[in-house]
């Protein structure tokens, strides 16, 4: 039974009209994230927080998936295994192709946080930092997206699946941040095939048994269709 692992970064969004991060014109090229991506930023400006992330929801629900999301949704439907998908990304894309198994690691646009009581709940399309809990009525409430310096979701989990993959395949990622950024090496050591699909080599693009260079949208419905035997 293949078991198959795929991580996903911003590059695999980026035809679909999302941002990047660190490419020219990446976000953090407009944006300081330490003013609006770290718990720090969040206690000093909530308001300007909020305002980036409204801005990015907003970007998300215009946006469509596109055909390297929809390649993966058809693989998931026809796969003879297991296929897990541990997305960095906070956009609901994959989710909306059609994909089931996602695990955002760094959190989603779509659901809010209760930094009092830890309730999360689907957030509106405009957050405001007085908007109270719906839980306990306090806060302060926001956006549910895990910041620099905090601790990304479901670790043990992706770990476990790690360990345990035929084959793991890296997509749209600059291989910058960790733990994301070590798992080529994590799977690689227990024994799975690794595969990168990105536009360029990664920062951990020497972790990769093989490496593919091109756009998200035409090599991942390439990719698929070698596996699926199309
Ligand atoms: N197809 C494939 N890859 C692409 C495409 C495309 N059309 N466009 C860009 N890329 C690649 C770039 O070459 C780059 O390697 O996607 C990668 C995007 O890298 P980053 O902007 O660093 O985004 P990502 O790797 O997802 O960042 C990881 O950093 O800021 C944090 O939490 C944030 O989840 C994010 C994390």
Redesign the pocket.
């Known amino acids: 039974m293949t078991k198959i692992v795929i991580l996903t970064?911003?590059?695999?969004s980026?035809?679909s009209g999302l941002g990047?991060?660190?490419?020219k014109d990446?976000l953090?090229t407009k944006y300081d994230?330490n003013e609006v991506?770290t718990p720090e930023g969040f206690a000093r400006n909530p308001a300007l927080v909020h305002e980036f992330y409204n801005a990015r929801r907003q970007n998300c629900v215009e946006a469509h998936p596109n055909a390297a999301h929809e390649a993966l949704a058809r693989l998931e439907q026809y796969i003879d295994g297991q296929m897990l998908i541990v997305t960095?990304?906070v956009d609901d894309l994959h989710e909306r192709a059609g994909s089931r198994q996602v695990l955002h690691m760094?959190g989603q646009l779509r659901q809010a946080l209760c930094a009092g009581c830890g309730h999360r709940w689907e957030a509106p399309l405009v957050m405001q930092p007085a908007d109270p809990c719906p839980a306990c009525q306090g806060g302060p409430t926001r956006p549910d997206i895990v910041w620099f310096g905090e601790y990304p979701y479901y670790m043990d989990d992706i770990w476990d699946h790690l360990r345990g993959a035929d084959l793991f395949v890296s997509?749209?990622?600059?291989?910058?941040?960790y733990p994301?950024a070590a798992f080529a090496q994590d799977a690689g050591r227990a024994g799975a095939y690794t595969l990168e699909?990105?536009?360029?080599p990664?920062m951990c693009g020497d972790d990769f048994v093989e490496s593919r260079y091109g756009?998200?949208?035409v090599l991942v419905p390439q990719w698929v269709d070698e596996v699926l035997g199309a």
Do not use: Y
């Not at 699909?197 to 360029?200: A, G």
């Open positions: 970064g911003a590059g695999i980026a035809e990047t991060f660190r490419e990446g953090w994230l991506a960095q990304n760094h997509i749209g990622t600059s291989g910058n941040v994301a699909l990105n536009l360029e990664s756009a998200a949208s």
